[in-house]
């Protein structure tokens, strides 16, 4: 399982990977009030009503800090995490934490009827028969308990952008491994290929903001900070570097001990469900 997020954004008025590091566990949105996707959680809102159907009302009255944390179930064994479309950064659980976690196909905003666990499901059969945009190819995980930095992730994995940089300097102050991935790069010739991905308003941004013809999660992340930008339309320019700035590896790429031999996931046991 991998949590995708922006590492280099703000949550309480701080940066995220500072206060992470001063926490040591990773929040809800309905603890910090911040999201890669929609701001909706919070009592009545979207986030909470999905929360309440799904889960059969058990965390209605529960704390926010006790609500389940989302991620996705890397399946396909991308380097750059399950479910990039919610940041470039993510982190890796170990596989004692699919343990706590429950899944559906496909993400909850759509309501769906398909869930399992880690020792019984058969949702990356319907993931795999299905044929989405790639920014929607994966399974959404719920994961139940406090996720702790220090024993719950296998490692901290960065966009190459942020070598250097604040970013780095505050993922060391983590208490996991830091790794790298292959980066997120669009050239604004190649974006401009695509502006019904998105829409034309969002190339035109993404060309405002890019960097002698480029765009990458930190030339983003620094638009986001000057205060100048919408976030919800940067998060439509990120989704299109995160859709073509990348080759969005193939199954097999990350080699995993514990992946039974022809399953699609590590420790996931694909049955009726």
């Known amino acids: 399982m991998t949590l995708n997020?922006?590492?280099?954004?703000?949550?309480?008025g701080r940066q995220i990977l500072?206060?992470?590091?001063?926490?040591?566990?990773?929040?809800?949105?309905?603890?910090?009030?911040?999201?890669n996707g929609g701001l909706t959680a919070h009592p009545g809102g979207d986030r909470w009503r999905w929360e309440s159907r799904i889960f059969?009302?058990?965390?209605?009255?529960?704390?926010?800090?006790?609500?389940?944390?989302?991620?996705?179930?890397n399946f396909r064994r991308r380097s750059i995490g399950a479910a990039p479309r919610f940041g470039s950064a993510h982190f890796r659980l170990t596989a004692e934490a699919l343990r706590r976690a429950t899944f559906c196909y496909p993400d909850s905003f759509f309501e769906p009827s398909a869930f399992g666990v880690a020792s019984r499901m058969a949702l990356i059969e319907l993931a795999e028969a299905d044929?989405?945009?790639?920014?929607?190819?994966?399974?959404?995980?719920?994961?139940?308990?406090p996720v702790r930095l220090d024993r719950d992730v296998e490692a901290l994995v960065l966009d190459p952008s942020y070598r250097g940089t604040a970013v780095e300097a505050a993922a060391r102050r983590l208490p996991c491994p830091v790794e790298w991935h292959s980066g997120f790069r669009l050239t604004i010739e190649h974006l401009r290929r695509h502006p019904n991905y998105r829409g034309q308003e969002y190339v035109a941004l993404g060309a405002e903001i890019a960097v002698d013809g480029l765009l990458d999660p930190r030339i983003i992340g620094d638009a986001?900070?000057?205060?100048?930008?919408?976030?919800?339309?940067?998060?439509?320019?990120?989704?299109?570097?995160?859709?073509?700035?990348?080759?969005?590896?193939?199954?097999?790429?990350?080699?995993?001990?514990?992946?039974?031999?022809?399953?699609?996931?590590?420790?996931?046991?694909?049955?009726?469900?």
């Open 131 to 145: 044929d989405p945009d790639l920014l929607d190819d994966y399974i959404e995980a719920q994961v139940h308990g």
């Open 5 to 12: 997020f922006h590492p280099d954004r703000s949550a309480g």
């Open 224 to 273: 986001a900070r000057t205060g100048r930008y919408d976030v919800q339309a940067l998060k439509k320019v990120w989704h299109c570097v995160a859709r073509f700035g990348s080759s969005l590896p193939p199954a097999g790429e990350i080699p995993d001990p514990h992946r039974p031999a022809g399953r699609g996931a590590a420790g996931v046991a694909c049955g009726a469900g």
């Open 18 to 35: 500072l206060r992470l590091a001063d926490d040591g566990v990773y929040l809800s949105q309905f603890v910090t009030g911040t999201s």
């Open 56 to 73: 059969g009302g058990a965390y209605d009255h529960a704390p926010a800090e006790e609500r389940p944390v989302y991620g996705a179930l």
